[in-house]
């Protein structure tokens, strides 16, 4: 090879500081290398300085809560949003309901009503509790299996509780009837 010719390697290093150049004078703020990587600006507006042209916030553009972003922070603040805003989607809860059927018994004869449901553990977790106490059965009832395995068959979206889980809905139950109890008789 001849030293006029120039080489496929000398060619790229001499337009390298061109395209530096040609993108350092574009009228956008520059991008930060963290805002490049980080998925999560994907669910995010950014929100800009007026004075400096740097991101100072970002807004949600789900709920369009408006955060504070600094590039020493990251985006952590805005990732943790997302695990609680109610409207991003992987949030919103999309189970489908159930049909529910009541036959209930009136003069003329039996009717049938059709109805929707959605399993509910905290009020089955009440109902458990209320069971508990109303039949004075210990705690440890609960972590029979027998009595696991009946409520899985019952319910197969029940999660299994503990016998301290239901001493403390339990106990939760015994101060709000004791508090209510009071306030009804004046005390």
């Not at 695990?83 to 003069?107: A, G, I, R």
Request: charged share 25%; net charge positive; glycine share 4%.
């Amino acid at each position: 090879m001849s030293a006029t010719t120039p080489t496929r390697e000398d060619t790229e290093v001499q337009n390298a500081p061109q395209t530096v150049a040609a993108e350092s004078t574009s009228n956008k703020p520059p991008r930060s290398r963290a805002n490049a990587k980080s998925t999560v600006w994907q669910h995010f507006e950014k929100i800009y300085d007026s004075k400096t042209n740097k991101i100072e916030g970002s807004k949600c553009m789900y709920c369009e809560k408006t955060l504070a972003y600094s590039v020493a922070n990251g985006t952590s603040s805005m990732r943790k949003h997302l695990t609680s805003c109610k409207k991003f989607p992987q949030n919103v809860d999309s189970s489908q309901t159930l049909l529910s059927f009541k036959t209930t018994q009136k003069d003329e004869g039996q009717t049938s009503e059709v109805g929707t449901w959605k399993f509910d553990q905290e009020n089955c977790r009440k109902l458990l509790a209320e069971v508990i106490i109303s039949t004075e059965d210990c705690f440890t009832k609960v972590e029979h299996p027998k009595f696991r395995q009946f409520l899985g068959a019952l319910q197969p979206l029940w999660k299994n509780v503990s016998r301290f889980t239901v001493a403390r809905d339990c106990s939760k139950i015994f101060n709000y009837e004791k508090l209510h109890s009071r306030t009804n008789c004046g005390i």
